[in-house]
Protein backbone atom coordinates (compact mmCIF):
# COMPACT_ATOMS: atom_id res chain seq x y z
CA UNK A 1 0.00 0.00 0.00
CA UNK A 2 0.91 3.56 -0.75
CA UNK A 3 0.91 6.57 1.61
CA UNK A 4 -1.16 8.26 -0.87
CA UNK A 5 -3.97 5.82 -0.78
CA UNK A 6 -4.21 6.09 3.04
CA UNK A 7 -3.30 9.80 3.21
CA UNK A 8 -6.48 11.65 4.17
CA UNK A 9 -7.88 14.58 1.88
CA UNK A 10 -8.13 18.02 2.72
CA UNK A 11 -11.70 17.97 3.06
CA UNK A 12 -10.98 14.48 5.42
CA UNK A 13 -8.45 16.93 7.37
CA UNK A 14 -10.78 19.64 7.62
CA UNK A 15 -13.34 17.46 9.54
CA UNK A 16 -11.22 16.01 11.44
CA UNK A 17 -10.31 19.06 12.37
CA UNK A 18 -13.27 20.41 13.30
CA UNK A 19 -14.25 17.43 14.43
CA UNK A 20 -11.31 17.68 17.01
CA UNK A 21 -11.80 21.52 17.82
CA UNK A 22 -15.61 20.22 18.59
CA UNK A 23 -14.45 17.43 21.26
CA UNK A 24 -12.11 19.29 22.73
CA UNK A 25 -15.03 21.99 23.31
CA UNK A 26 -16.73 19.88 24.74
CA UNK A 27 -13.86 18.74 26.94
CA UNK A 28 -13.76 22.14 28.34
CA UNK A 29 -17.16 22.16 28.50
CA UNK A 30 -17.38 19.17 30.99
CA UNK A 31 -14.06 19.99 32.60
CA UNK A 32 -16.07 23.42 33.52
CA UNK A 33 -19.33 21.91 34.49
CA UNK A 34 -17.08 18.95 36.52
CA UNK A 35 -15.68 22.86 38.38
CA UNK A 36 -18.72 23.86 38.72
CA UNK A 37 -19.99 20.77 40.55
CA UNK A 38 -17.00 20.43 42.45
CA UNK A 39 -17.50 23.85 43.66
CA UNK A 40 -21.32 23.29 44.41
CA UNK A 41 -20.05 20.33 46.36
CA UNK A 42 -17.79 22.12 48.61
CA UNK A 43 -20.50 24.63 49.26
CA UNK A 44 -22.79 22.45 50.46
CA UNK A 45 -20.15 20.54 52.38
CA UNK A 46 -19.18 23.32 54.00
CA UNK A 47 -22.69 24.01 54.87
CA UNK A 48 -22.92 20.20 56.17
CA UNK A 49 -20.42 21.17 57.95
CA UNK A 50 -21.68 24.21 58.92
CA UNK A 51 -25.01 22.84 59.99
CA UNK A 52 -23.03 19.86 61.87
CA UNK A 53 -21.53 22.66 63.94
CA UNK A 54 -24.79 24.44 64.92
CA UNK A 55 -26.33 20.84 65.80
CA UNK A 56 -23.45 20.37 68.19
CA UNK A 57 -23.92 23.70 69.80
CA UNK A 58 -27.57 22.91 70.10
CA UNK A 59 -26.64 19.38 71.46
CA UNK A 60 -24.27 21.21 74.05
CA UNK A 61 -27.20 24.24 74.79
CA UNK A 62 -30.00 21.66 75.38
CA UNK A 63 -27.90 19.52 77.21
CA UNK A 64 -26.98 22.59 79.62
CA UNK A 65 -30.19 23.49 79.84
CA UNK A 66 -31.42 20.14 80.87
CA UNK A 67 -28.92 20.27 83.85
CA UNK A 68 -30.45 23.81 84.58
CA UNK A 69 -33.96 22.16 84.85
CA UNK A 70 -32.87 19.13 86.70
CA UNK A 71 -30.81 21.97 89.10
CA UNK A 72 -33.63 24.23 89.09
CA UNK A 73 -36.02 20.69 89.66
CA UNK A 74 -33.75 19.89 92.72
CA UNK A 75 -34.30 23.87 94.32
CA UNK A 76 -37.60 23.41 93.46
CA UNK A 77 -38.09 20.35 95.80
CA UNK A 78 -36.16 21.71 98.72
CA UNK A 79 -38.05 24.77 98.35
CA UNK A 80 -41.11 22.52 98.43
CA UNK A 81 -39.88 20.15 101.59
CA UNK A 82 -39.11 23.78 103.59
CA UNK A 83 -42.21 25.09 102.73
CA UNK A 84 -43.93 22.09 104.25
CA UNK A 85 -41.96 21.99 107.33
CA UNK A 86 -42.93 26.05 107.53
CA UNK A 87 -46.17 25.16 106.75
CA UNK A 88 -46.30 22.58 110.28
CA UNK A 89 -44.35 24.98 112.14
CA UNK A 90 -46.38 27.66 111.41
CA UNK A 91 -49.48 25.64 111.68
CA UNK A 92 -48.36 23.94 115.88
CA UNK A 93 -47.35 28.17 116.77
CA UNK A 94 -50.54 28.62 115.47
CA UNK A 95 -52.59 26.21 117.54
CA UNK A 96 -50.13 26.56 120.65
CA UNK A 97 -50.99 30.08 120.29
CA UNK A 98 -55.05 29.65 120.19
CA UNK A 99 -55.02 27.06 123.19
CA UNK A 100 -52.65 29.33 124.86
CA UNK A 101 -55.23 32.04 124.53
CA UNK A 102 -57.99 30.03 125.53
CA UNK A 103 -56.12 29.05 128.63
CA UNK A 104 -55.51 32.23 129.69
CA UNK A 105 -58.92 33.80 128.88
CA UNK A 106 -60.20 30.85 131.03
CA UNK A 107 -57.78 31.26 133.71
CA UNK A 108 -58.91 35.13 133.75
CA UNK A 109 -62.71 33.95 133.98
CA UNK A 110 -61.96 31.53 136.64
CA UNK A 111 -58.83 33.28 138.78
CA UNK A 112 -58.28 30.71 141.70
CA UNK A 113 -58.65 27.69 139.23
CA UNK A 114 -55.21 25.81 138.49
CA UNK A 115 -54.17 25.78 134.90
CA UNK A 116 -54.05 22.22 134.71
CA UNK A 117 -57.68 21.62 135.88
CA UNK A 118 -58.32 23.96 133.16
CA UNK A 119 -56.63 22.38 130.71
CA UNK A 120 -57.63 18.67 131.37
CA UNK A 121 -61.83 20.11 131.69
CA UNK A 122 -60.77 21.84 128.15
CA UNK A 123 -59.49 18.67 126.82
CA UNK A 124 -62.69 16.88 128.02
CA UNK A 125 -64.79 19.16 126.69
CA UNK A 126 -63.04 18.88 123.13
CA UNK A 127 -63.55 14.80 123.64
CA UNK A 128 -66.97 15.32 123.93
CA UNK A 129 -66.95 17.57 120.95
CA UNK A 130 -68.52 20.36 123.12
CA UNK A 131 -65.44 22.57 122.39
CA UNK A 132 -62.90 23.33 119.51
CA UNK A 133 -59.22 22.98 120.72
CA UNK A 134 -57.93 25.66 118.85
CA UNK A 135 -60.81 27.86 118.02
CA UNK A 136 -60.27 30.71 115.23
CA UNK A 137 -61.43 32.77 117.58
CA UNK A 138 -60.32 32.33 121.16
CA UNK A 139 -62.82 35.45 122.64
CA UNK A 140 -65.35 33.45 121.47
CA UNK A 141 -64.50 30.03 122.30
CA UNK A 142 -63.22 31.73 126.28
CA UNK A 143 -66.80 32.79 126.53
CA UNK A 144 -68.62 29.71 125.45
CA UNK A 145 -66.21 27.37 127.20
CA UNK A 146 -66.78 29.68 130.34
CA UNK A 147 -70.36 28.88 130.05
CA UNK A 148 -69.64 25.04 129.32
CA UNK A 149 -67.27 24.80 132.56
CA UNK A 150 -68.59 26.77 135.60
CA UNK A 151 -69.79 24.08 137.33
CA UNK A 152 -67.05 22.07 136.77
CA UNK A 153 -64.20 24.86 137.49
CA UNK A 154 -66.18 26.91 140.35
CA UNK A 155 -66.09 23.64 142.50
CA UNK A 156 -62.41 23.03 141.82
CA UNK A 157 -61.53 26.57 143.55
CA UNK A 158 -59.93 26.44 146.86
CA UNK A 159 -61.98 28.40 149.40
CA UNK A 160 -58.75 29.58 151.03
CA UNK A 161 -57.46 30.83 147.83
CA UNK A 162 -55.25 28.48 146.70
CA UNK A 163 -53.00 25.81 147.49
CA UNK A 164 -53.81 22.38 148.90
CA UNK A 165 -56.94 21.55 150.40
CA UNK A 166 -56.64 21.87 154.22
CA UNK A 167 -56.11 19.18 156.24
CA UNK A 168 -59.38 17.66 157.29
CA UNK A 169 -59.76 15.22 159.65
CA UNK A 170 -62.01 12.69 159.89
CA UNK A 171 -64.46 12.54 163.04
CA UNK A 172 -62.93 10.57 165.81
CA UNK A 173 -60.01 10.48 164.11
CA UNK A 174 -56.04 11.50 165.55
CA UNK A 175 -55.29 15.00 164.37
CA UNK A 176 -51.66 13.89 164.85
CA UNK A 177 -51.97 11.09 161.95
CA UNK A 178 -50.34 11.49 158.77
CA UNK A 179 -52.80 12.51 156.12
CA UNK A 180 -52.46 12.18 152.43
CA UNK A 181 -50.74 15.72 151.87
CA UNK A 182 -48.17 15.02 154.48
CA UNK A 183 -46.95 12.03 152.83
CA UNK A 184 -43.46 12.78 152.07
CA UNK A 185 -43.38 15.99 153.34
CA UNK A 186 -40.22 16.71 155.46
CA UNK A 187 -40.23 17.16 158.89
CA UNK A 188 -38.34 19.57 160.84
Sequence with gaps: MSDESTAP?????????STVAGLKA???????????????????????????AERNTLASQIAERDRMLADLGKE????????????????????????????????????GADRTVIKGAVLVAVEEKKAERYPEDPAKAVAALAELLKPQLSRSMPINGGGPPSKIT???????KRGFYDIGARTR
Excluded: S, Y
Excluded at 9 to 17: L, S
Excluded at 37 to 45: E, H
Excluded at 78 to 102: M, N, P, Y
Design 9 to 17: TAAEIEVMR
Design 170 to 176: PPGGDPN
Design 76 to 111: RDAFKQQHGETLVALTDITQKTRERDVLDGLAAVFP
Design 26 to 52: ERDAIAKDRDTLRQDRDAQLGAVNTMA
